[in-house]
């Protein structure tokens, strides 16, 4: 298993422009999230999904947009970026309702740059 | 979810056991305690967790008072690749999608 993959590790933008932070699993998890991390700071969440087709939003959900098509892919859309998301992003993915508890696998993180 | 408490730093040597604190003295009789920590720059890796008694697993034993209001997180020989931030989270069962981190304990393992 490759876990949880996140691309890219890397990336600048200029303010205003658009991207795609790409997620996905392959552990067959129902849980997928998405938090980002600033310096010196704990994970905070963004949006989150608890199954294909169905997401919501998280503590600072405002100029991030999710979508989960697959149980498979849970990308990050910045619409159009600002200086203020710079930061490390992390998604995690969690096996589901079936189990007791859920442990959480994070993705090795993209550090994006908005100049 | 309840509140944690963790001090922002400690020291450890290399060898020895390291022994991080949490409090949660609001914690709830269906919350469990979690523990992660994050390795510089990479994600957060899940360790360890709990309810009521205590928990043993290879990478560290988990403390939990029998009034539940704290814990402690035992790495019984702390070694320089244990130096990372550890983060106490407190939540209820089943409903892992999301995971309040505070900004934990910063733990230096030093030779």
């Known amino acids: 298993n490759a876990g949880v993959t996140q691309t890219p590790k890397f990336q600048v933008l200029k303010t205003g422009q658009s991207m795609t932070l790409q997620c996905a699993q392959d552990?067959?998890?129902?849980?997928m999230s998405w938090y980002r991390q600033d310096p010196g700071m704990g994970l905070r969440l963004i949006h989150y999904?608890?199954?294909?087709?169905?997401?919501d939003q998280g503590e600072v959900p405002n100029g991030y947009n999710v979508s989960r098509s697959t149980t498979e892919d849970f990308p990050l859309r910045l619409l159009s970026a600002a200086p203020s998301q710079t930061s490390v992003y992390f998604c995690?993915?969690?096996?589901?309702?079936?189990?007791?508890?859920?442990?959480?696998?994070f993705g090795p993180g993209t550090r994006l740059t908005v100049l | 979810d309840a509140k944690t408490t963790q001090p922002t730093s400690m020291d450890c040597a290399e060898g020895r056991a390291a022994n991080l604190p949490c409090n949660h003295s609001?914690?709830?009789?269906?919350?469990?305690v979690y523990w992660y920590r994050q390795i510089h720059s990479q994600g957060p890796q899940y360790i360890i967790h709990?309810?009521?008694n205590n928990e043993t697993n290879e990478m560290a034993s988990l403390i939990i008072t029998e009034d539940r209001k704290s814990s402690t997180l035992i790495l019984p020989h702390a070694t320089l690749r244990d130096t990372a931030v550890y983060y106490c989270?407190?939540?209820?069962?089943?409903?892992?999608?999301?995971?309040?981190f505070g900004k934990g304990t910063s733990l230096l393992v030093t030779p």
């Open positions: 995690a993915s969690s096996l589901g309702s079936h189990t007791i508890y859920n442990e959480q696998f």
């Open positions: 552990m067959n998890h129902e849980y």
């Open positions: 999904s608890v199954g294909a087709g169905i997401t």
């Open positions: 609001t914690i709830s009789g269906n919350e469990y």
């Open positions: 709990g309810l009521k």
């Open positions: 989270i407190v939540r209820v069962s089943n409903s892992g999608y999301a995971l309040n």
